[in-house]
Structures are given as structure tokens and as C-alpha cells.
């Protein structure tokens, strides 16, 4: 019996018999002989380094989350197979599944800073403006400039290394904030120091390459919604993709229920607000708004999606800022994404009332229009022409939002809808 058991090891068995068989005892000897059994492998989404543009780096945002795509812990919500490819790489942004534990998945935002054209074509422009050539290195490329040269030898972050940027936020820059984009800067190990000592070459060139191409990354960093600032969380970057908290844009609530938006137009003039007035004294303006520049949360919480229009005044420094004048130098950086001739907006033209006026010439009217009943609505439409029309030089920002946050206030209702002010609502006079 033993010798059959032993004999059918070494032949062509079914593989429940073979089993069987290996159960039952045949010595090490003999079943060496037998068929190795196939390893199991699983299946993995193939990624390319194009996609996530880890080719380029250092060129690039950071590679603080690239673990969690290659460990499959972030997933396109297109990827329910391993079959199915990644999705087109033309895209701006994609919804995406994260987790830490593998068995509970959270909406993620995906996005690029720019379009991939842009990228590509900002990729060219540095090739044949800096080497003459048509590809060419970019980091080696960029390496080789003026202004990296200057990153390279700077101890700290000083408004003349990012004077001539595209990026509102660096428009009129103090350096009480420079510092805060140093200590705070997601990408390296915390060091809790203005200097830029815990930052290695190959971090400048990620820090300086990010704010020349869209500073929305770094505000999402330097202003946490920890803290409360009205940003979604910053997940970390991957080569040229970023990963945050997911929202929906707010085009996507135009068509709401009349208390659905005029909950939404109560928490845009909050924003706007605390954007003008917080305990850190920045005032945040915008320079461009439009119906993806602000997104809702599920709990009905309303953030602001897109930071990469955003300048910032720093109350406290004003007097050391640069003035407009200082701004005139330009070189490939300043060009990345925008025109170089580009003009900017002064800094000292922007008052308190200029982001309101913005929302109510584009967003507003779409939330409010033609939503309530007619005394209510007039009073809504008049307010929403004054202001698109500049409100009059007597009229402040904050009574002219005092206004109509009292026309709307009463308009909103109390209920699980609003998870984010529910069931505090029922027992707080504030709402």
C-alpha cells in the first residue's frame, strides 16, 4: 500500500488525488519528483510612471503617497478588476477610494495641478528655452537656472526667491508666510523651522517647481482643516497628482431645493468672511471664482475646492511686502503654466468687498434665482444686482453680507440633510 501511495506521487495525478496522496506520507524523496504546485499571484493594476509623472521628477509635486497607489490603498473608482486600465491621462481629476486598513474606503479627490497638455507643453518650453532642445532632462535643465542656483544657496525662503511666480498667493508675499510654507511643507519630515536646512536639493526644486505651476497643493498644507480653514485635507502627492478629501463641486447644487441653497449661500458668505477676517490676520481674496472653485462635503459642509486663484495680503506685514514695481522679473518659472506677459493684479487695488462682488456676478444668482416666493426673491435679486454691480463705495463687505445672510437665515431648515450643523441646529440659537 505504502509503494502505490508512493508511486502515484510521481505520476500525472488529479490534483485533489495528489493531496490525498502528500497527506497520507510519502517521504520527502519521492514527492520531490512530483509537479511544483503554481504560486498564486494577485492581480495588480499596472501603473506607469507617465501616469502619475514620476518621470519627471524632480520636477514634480512629492511622492509622499505613491506607496498607497503602487500597495493598491488608493483606487480610480473605474478599477473594479484587475482587467480594466487606468483611466484616460488626459483627465484633470478622477474620483478615487482610499484606506488605511484595507477594509474601510473613503472618497478621495485625484488631481493634476494642470492639464496634462499644459504639462507637456510647459515641459517643452523648458527643454528649448533653457537647452535649445526639443526633450531634454528637466531637472538637470532646471537645475542649471538663475533662480534654482539662488534656492540652492538660501538659508530661508525671502520674498525675492519667488518674486515674478504666477501664483496669486505669491503676488505680494511676506515672509512671515514664506516661513509658514517651510515649517509646513507636507512633503519632507516636519523640522518645525523657518530655515531650510531639512530640505534637500531635491526638495527645493519639488517646493519651487509646485509654486510656479499651482499653489493650491501648498495652501491645502500651510492652512489645514484641522485647524479650521475651509480647505479639504491634503492626502500627499504622487509624481504630478494630488490626493485630498473628496467634494462635489458646487455647480453640481445649482438645481437644490430652495433650503439646500440657501444653506450653500449661508456658508459661502461665512467663507468669504473668515477669508477676510481670522485670528491670523491674512486676507484672502480671490482672483478668478466659478462653480467648481467651492465643493460640498457629504455632511452638506461647504469647502473651498480650488485654492490655486487664491492671493494673499498679510495684514501684519503689509509694509514689508514687495510692491508691484519689484514684481517685473520674469524667467522660465514665472512661465510654466500662464504667459509671461501676463498682468497681475496690484496688490494694493484689492479691497474687502472684491471676492463678494466675484460671487455674486457668477455663483450666486445661480444658487438663488428663482427659488423662494416673490417678496423674499425680490429682496434677494435686488441685493444680488447691487452687488454684482460693485455695491457703491459706501457699502462695506461685511454689511453688505449681514444683509443677505439676514434675507437668508430664516429660509433654511433644521434636518439630517445638514449633518454638518445637525442636531446642534435644534438646540442652538445660532442656526
Known amino acids: 500500500m505504502g509503494r502505490w501511495i508512493c508511486c502515484l506521487c510521481s505520476r500525472d495525478a488529479d490534483p485533489l488525488m495528489l493531496l490525498l496522496v ?18 498564486h499571484v494577485k492581480p495588480s493594476y499596472s501603473f506607469g510612471r507617465t501616469f502619475l509623472g514620476l518621470d519627471k521628477c524632480n520636477a514634480c509635486i512629492g511622492t509622499s503617497i505613491c506607496k498607497k497607489f503602487f500597495k493598491e490603498e488608493i483606487r480610480f473608482d473605474t478599477w473594479l478588476s484587475s482587467h480594466l486600465k487606468l483611466p484616460p491621462s488626459s483627465l484633470l481629476s478622477y474620483s478615487g477610494n482610499y484606506t488605511d486598513d484595507a477594509k474601510s474606503w473613503r472618497l478621495v479627490d485625484i488631481t493634476r495641478l494642470t492639464s496634462k497638455y499644459q504639462h507637456d507643453r510647459a515641459d517643452k518650453r523648458i527643454c528649448t528655452s533653457l537647452l535649445k532642445t526639443k526633450t531634454c532632462s528637466l531637472e538637470r535643465a532646471l537645475r542649471r537656472t538663475q533662480r534654482f542656483q539662488k534656492w540652492l544657496r538660501a538659508k530661508r525662503l525671502t520674498p525675492d526667491l519667488v518674486q515674478g511666480l504666477s501664483s496669486p498667493m505669491l503676488r505680494c508675499p511676506s515672509q512671515r508666510l514664506l516661513d509658514r510654507i517651510v515649517r509646513r511643507y507636507a512633503e519632507v519630515p516636519d523640522a518645525g523651522s523657518v530655515y531650510m536646512d531639512h530640505l534637500t536639493d531635491r526638495d527645493k526644486l519639488r517646493l519651487l517647481y509646485t509654486l510656479a505651476v499651482n499653489s493650491h497643493p501648498i495652501l491645502l498644507q500651510i492652512f489645514p482643516d ?35 441653497a440657501a444653506d450653500l449661500a449661508l456658508q459661502l458668505l461665512a467663507v468669504l468672511r473668515s477669508m477676510a477676517t481670522n485670528d491670523l490676520n491674512y486676507f484672502f481674496y480671490f482672483t478668478h471664482v466659478d462653480a467648481g472653485t467651492f465643493g460640498v ?29 519689484q514684481q517685473e522679473y520674469k524667467d522660465i518659472f514665472s512661465c510654466l503654466t ?37 417678496p423674499v426673491q425680490e429682496r434677494i435679486d435686488a441685493f444680488l444686482q447691487r452687488c454684482a454691480r460693485g455695491l457703491g463705495d459706501d ?36 442656526y
Open 297 to 325: 462635503f457629504s455632511n452638506g459642509h461647504l469647502f473651498i475646492r480650488d485654492a490655486s486663484t487664491l492671493g494673499i495680503i498679510d495684514k501684519e506685514e503689509a509694509g514689508s511686502q514687495l510692491i508691484d514695481g
Open 395 to 430: 457699502r462695506g463687505a461685511s454689511e453688505a453680507m449681514a444683509e443677505l445672510a439676514e434675507i437668508l437665515k430664516p429660509l433654511r431648515s433644521c434636518d439630517s440633510r445638514f449633518a454638518y450643523r445637525y442636531p446642534d441646529c435644534r438646540y442652538s440659537d445660532k
Open 22 to 39: 502528500l497527506a497520507l506520507g510519502c517521504n520527502s524523496s519521492t514527492a520531490a519528483t512530483a509537479s511544483p504546485s503554481v504560486p
Open 338 to 374: 500662464v504667459d509671461c506677459q501676463s498682468a497681475l493684479v496690484p496688490c494694493d487695488s484689492i479691497r474687502e468687498k472684491h471676492s463678494l462682488v466675484m460671487v455674486c456676478q457668477d455663483l450666486l444668482p445661480k444658487l438663488l434665482t428663482g427659488r423662494f416666493l416673490p
Open 226 to 260: 484641522v485647524e479650521g480653514w475651509p480647505f479639504p485635507r491634503y492626502l500627499g502627492s504622487c509624481g504630478r497628482l494630488v490626493v485630498s478629501a473628496s467634494t462635489r463641486p458646487l455647480r453640481d447644487f445649482f438645481g437644490a431645493a430652495p433650503e439646500v
